[in-house]
């Protein structure tokens, strides 16, 4: 997608309102096929049925506005045999012009298959696979409860990294949700990715809500802050090149330096940081039509699409949703959400004085690279990955 694509949003950074979500999360799927120790859904049922059907989706999505990020997320998204439509859908109906979407890497043949089909179907739309790995591969399989994932999870993600030479919007992601189970190997686990698959885009998920062992939120933030701090200075110095491949894209990679900054900020002290967009800006739906302004606020449920008619619009400017939007001002809610954050983040004109900071260093970095002559080996190409 060009930069036009994404400039016609920058008015919501002024008015919030009047418009649904341009940050949709959409829990394509409550299933999963792992048991993952620090999964924010918590303990679930074996098989969650009654999901919406694509045709209930496609009423949904043709009631809503124009989107920037689309996340349509699980449990294990590709899971769904019809994920490829469900994108396609938002990508007709709603222009979504980011599509991020996170997986176990289980499932090589099938992730591979849909990724392919969404880039074929949607040329102009700008992808990103996150494929998770959580630590070593003993740790890592512990932690997701899956015997051999590791190995799984590695070759999903040499097979996306192939796809990227052919696909100009395409990149895969390392997501790192960082725990009291791994926090102690996070360094380790980096110099794995770096020296044997030549990551180059890592970024970290933070546990949250009311995991599964309540003891994964057991973290010593200062363990995450080290993390951070080593991922930016390799960001600094383009070891790690993030979103080089979208419009924009340094602009994305500057405000993941300003955002774990946010989040340490707020795990030590307990208390609001930004204004938080969750219900205006950013929004989230369930497998089963529940409307939610935020996927942690599960009290706060706006309302089914299924007892709207799937009328999105609707139920999204409610009298009661409304008032959730209302009670999260008010009460200036606050959280590590990092998805949300984005939203809080790059739409608040206080706040992107900071990303213009780290944006102009990124840029100069790029500059001095060029000037001495260097290669920028991560930054301008993808990692060659043998073909086997």
């Known amino acids: 997608m060009g930069a036009l ?20 999360v959409f829990f394509v799927t409550e299933n999963c096929n792992a048991r993952c120790k620090h999964c924010l859904l918590g303990v679930r049922p074996e098989t969650i049925k009654n999901e919406l059907t694509i045709d209930e ?35 007709k109906n709603n222009h979504a012009v980011n599509v991020g979407i996170p997986s176990n890497g289980s499932m090589t043949a099938r992730v591979v298959r849909t990724t392919r089909d969404i880039l074929d179907s949607c040329p102009d739309l700008d992808l990103h696979i996150d494929i998770s790995i959580d630590g070593l591969p003993e740790l890592h399989n512990e932690i997701r409860g899956v015997p051999g994932l590791f190995d799984k999870t590695i070759t999903t993600y040499r097979e996306l990294r192939k796809l990227e030479r052919h696909y100009p919007n395409f990149s895969t992601c390392v997501e790192v949700t960082v725990s009291a189970y791994n926090q102690h190997q996070l360094l380790d686990l980096y110099d794995y990715l770096k ?6 885009t890592v970024f970290t998920l933070l546990t949250r809500g009311a995991p599964r062992e309540p003891g994964a939120k ?3 933030i200062a363990k995450y802050e080290e993390f951070q701090r080593v991922l930016e200075a390799d960001n600094r110095h ?9 419009p924009f894209g340094d602009v994305i990679n500057a405000k993941r330096m300003v955002r774990p900054k946010i989040i340490a900020k707020t795990v030590r002290e307990q208390r609001f940081q930004i204004p938080c967009y969750a219900g205006a800006l ?32 609707k139920l999204w400017f409610s009298p009661k949703a409304r008032a959730i939007r209302k009670g999260i001002v008010d009460s200036k809610c606050f959280c590590t959400y990092e998805c949300f954050l984005t939203v809080n983040i790059i739409f608040n004109p206080l706040v992107l004085p900071r990303v213009g900071r780290e944006w102009i260093g990124l840029k100069g970095a790029k500059m001095r690279y060029r000037l001495s002559g260097e290669k920028i080996k991560q930054a301008e190409k993808i990692t060659h990955v043998e073909e086997e």
């Open 238 to 246: 383009l070891i790690l090149s993030g979103y080089y491949k979208m």
């Open 282 to 313: 950013a929004g989230n739906m369930f497998s089963r039509g529940q409307v939610h302004p935020c996927e942690l606020l599960l009290d706060k449920e706006i309302g089914n699409v299924r007892d709207y008619d799937y009328d999105f619009k």
């Open 195 to 200: 020296r044997k698959e030549g990551v180059n």
């Open 5 to 24: 694509g994404y400039l016609k949003y920058a008015k919501r950074a002024i008015y919030k309102g009047s418009a649904t979500p341009l940050y949709f």
């Open 218 to 220: 057991d973290f010593d």
């Open 57 to 91: 989706i496609e009423k949904v999505s043709a009631s809503m506005d124009d989107m920037l990020f689309f996340t349509p997320t699980g449990g294990e998204p590709f899971l769904r045999r019809d994920l490829a439509e469900i994108v396609k859908i938002f990508h």
